[in-house]
């Protein structure tokens, strides 16, 4: 009944809790999307009001400058002599709030402008106002009160580029020069203002972006700071209540984008101690030189907990819809679970082996109705090819019995024409071998020895400087009528009988290596050998010839043309029997762990258009006919590794 209603309340509300929350999801992620981008529009346009202020104070100090430079009264003072022009100068600084202020004779002014732009320009005759950055040595020169202003121990800030500076005394300043065209005294009047440490600057941005709290202290949310390179040198972020950060810096990330690529950043960043909505915007100076970043942002964790809120909120309300909807649409289905549970019960009589159980009349005439009533018939004709069932089923297990019979008899003449195929499988390696033996073997020999015989006959006496030689291939005529020999015993008619015998299998190894050595000696292959074996078997000696030589040309052929063949005897006891173990490896790609189980099969080959795929398993046989064991594996330094094992011949 539990699983009935279930089924009911979920296909009921499957629309509810599926659909609803899909739509939820995509409407909160669009949601979040679009709070995420009026976030960036917002610190975006925030950024923009700091860039402008910042133009405000390069134009108003060049404006500035550029109104003393013309005014009468520095005329006057000009024409007074050198001590009322510096208390001019001091007057005028104070008086535009100058950091610095002095005047350049023409042709001091010339060689400075080699040093800065801003004095070039204004040697040419216009006015310039950049932002520059002016050394220690610098600021000495201007004023020592400056280079203490300007000097900042760098604080250790995480995830910022490493650097093995611990200091930065170089000063960011607002940096304007304009033409001085007095008769008899013209130059440049240089002035500026430091930014480090200008903390009237940062708190007038910061003012100017984010309003300040109902009882007018600055609003701590939003912060603004000025950088040289990626150092702080005038913010009001805060390291803790009444310390600013001074001396840390950005880190790489925002360095990269801002000063390396030149982007501005609008994005969330890590600040000091808290995640910020952060936009940075890069500033050159007068060089063209990206020095430093204009920072302004707000905090993130009021705008994510409004964010949590709003999706609580939606969650909740979801909840309370699912809650209250369960229970009126149990009440709703109530109608149809009772005729549901009573062809569930029918199903279950029936599926235990009572084919008389009927659902019956559910006194409902709707689609349930008819289900049920379709159902009933069902089961009559179920219960009525039950009965023919039954009695085909007796006609049915004759035919197997006498089908079984003919596959006894059909197994029978597979297992004589599996032998068969065994011999056809070894007359085909005789041939290949054969084949090899006769174009690499016996016109060379021929040629070789007749011409041997000339050179003797030709010669005569005067062969003697030259007998070793002869000698030396007369020998070596000898060893491949050897080989010869070897391949002829290995191919006699002897063969396809059953004769065992107590062998000594190493020497049958070594000959079968001198038989395949055409397969592998015009290629790049090495030749391993490692023959400890000493017990003796009983096998037929050419069968188990047999099985070493299509081992040995398995393994030649998968290494294509470069590889190291290994071969190796040696004596192991398995299960209490001592014997004689052969393996033959490779280091060729090895076999695919679809085929490693089933490579003895007939007929499964990897070679396109070559071999019968009989080799593995006639080996196999002829092993195990021997009572060994040959077993497979890939080696874990690549390749494949056969194991060939037969018990040793009782003592």
Do not use: C
């Not at 003393?68 to 006057?76: A, G, I, K, W, Y």
């Not at 805060?238 to 390396?260: M, N």
């Not at 500033?283 to 705008?303: A, C, H, N, Q, W």
């Amino acid at each position: 009944m539990k699983s009935v209603r279930l089924r009911i309340l979920v296909l009921a509300l499957l629309p509810l809790v599926v659909l609803m929350p899909l739509l939820l999801v995509l409407a909160m992620t669009r949601w979040n999307s679009d709070y995420d981008n009026v976030l960036i529009a917002k610190v975006d346009s925030d950024l923009r009001i700091a860039e402008q202020y910042l133009g405000q104070i390069l134009a108003g100090t060049g404006a500035g400058l550029l109104a003393v430079s013309e005014s009468t009264s520095f005329l006057e003072a000009t024409q007074q002599g050198d001590a009322s022009v510096t208390a001019y100068l001091e007057n005028a600084r104070s008086r535009l709030s100058l950091d610095f202020l002095y005047f350049l004779p023409q042709n001091d002014a010339v060689d400075a402008s080699t040093r800065w732009p801003v004095i070039a320009n204004a040697v040419s005759g216009n006015l310039e106002t950049r932002i520059d950055i002016l050394s220690a040595a610098d600021l000495r020169a201007l004023s020592p009160a400056l280079e203490d202003q300007a000097r900042l121990s760098l604080i250790a800030t995480e995830a910022a580029v490493p650097t093995d500076r611990t200091v930065e005394d170089r000063g960011m300043v607002v940096h304007s020069a304009a033409p001085v065209a007095i008769e008899g005294n013209e130059g440049v009047l240089v002035g500026g203002i430091l930014l480090n440490r200008n903390l009237q600057f940062i708190d007038t941005i910061n003012a100017l972006v984010y309003q300040s709290e109902e009882d007018g202290t600055p609003n701590r949310q939003g912060t603004a700071t000025l950088f040289l390179e990626d150092v702080r040198v005038s913010t009001n972020v805060r390291l803790f209540e009444d310390v600013r950060a001074l001396g840390t810096r950005v880190s790489a990330v925002v360095r990269q984008a801002v000063l390396d690529e030149g982007r501005t950043w609008l994005n969330r960043a890590f600040v000091v101690n808290d995640w910020y909505i952060s936009g940075y915007l890069p500033i050159t100076d007068s060089f063209g030189k990206r020095v430093g970043m204009l920072y302004v942002g707000f905090l993130e964790s009021p705008f994510k907990a409004a964010k949590s809120a709003a999706y609580f909120a939606v969650l909740a309300a979801f909840a309370a819809v699912v809650a209250l909807s369960a229970p009126l649409f149990l009440f709703l289905a109530k109608g149809i679970f009772s005729p549901l549970e009573r062809m569930t019960q029918t199903m279950s009589k029936v599926e235990a082996g009572n084919l008389d159980a009927r659902i019956g009349n559910v006194g409902s005439k709707d689609e349930i109705g008819q289900v049920a009533t379709h159902l009933d018939e069902l089961l009559d004709q179920v219960q009525e090819r039950d009965r023919a069932l039954r009695s085909w089923a007796t006609e049915l297990e004759e035919r197997v019995d006498r089908r079984t019979a003919e596959l006894h008899e059909a197994n029978k003449k597979l297992e004589d024409t599996f032998q068969q195929l065994v011999m056809s499988e070894k007359l085909a390696s005789i041939g290949e071998i054969t084949a090899g033996v006769a174009h690499e073997i016996n016109n060379p020999v021929a040629v070789i020895q007749g011409n041997v015989d000339v050179i003797r006959q030709s010669l005569g006496e005067q062969s003697k400087p030259v007998e070793t030689e002869l000698n030396l291939i007369d020998r070596q005529i000898v060893r491949i009528g050897g080989i010869v020999g070897k391949l002829l015993q290995f191919a006699r008619p002897g063969e396809f009988g059953d004769f065992t015998e107590s062998i000594d299998p190493t020497p049958l190894v070594n000959d079968s290596l001198v038989l395949v050595s055409h397969q592998y000696s015009k290629q790049d292959i090495d030749v391993t050998r490692d023959f400890q074996g000493t017990a003796r078997v009983r096998i037929d000696p050419g069968e188990f010839q047999q099985v070493v030589i299509n081992l040995l040309i398995n393994a030649v052929q998968a290494m294509g043309n470069k590889g190291t063949l290994s071969i190796s005897t040696f004596d192991e006891a398995r299960s209490g029997e001592s014997g004689f173990g052969l393996t033959v490896a490779d280091t060729g790609p090895g076999i695919p762990e679809e085929h490693l189980n089933s490579v003895f099969d007939p007929f499964l080959t990897t070679k396109s258009a070559e071999g019968t795929g009989l080799g593995l398993s006639i080996s196999q046989t002829i092993i195990q006919k021997a009572g060994g064991l040959i077993s497979v594996r890939n080696r874990p330094e690549g390749g494949a590794e056969f194991t060939v094992w037969l018990p040793g011949e009782a003592a």
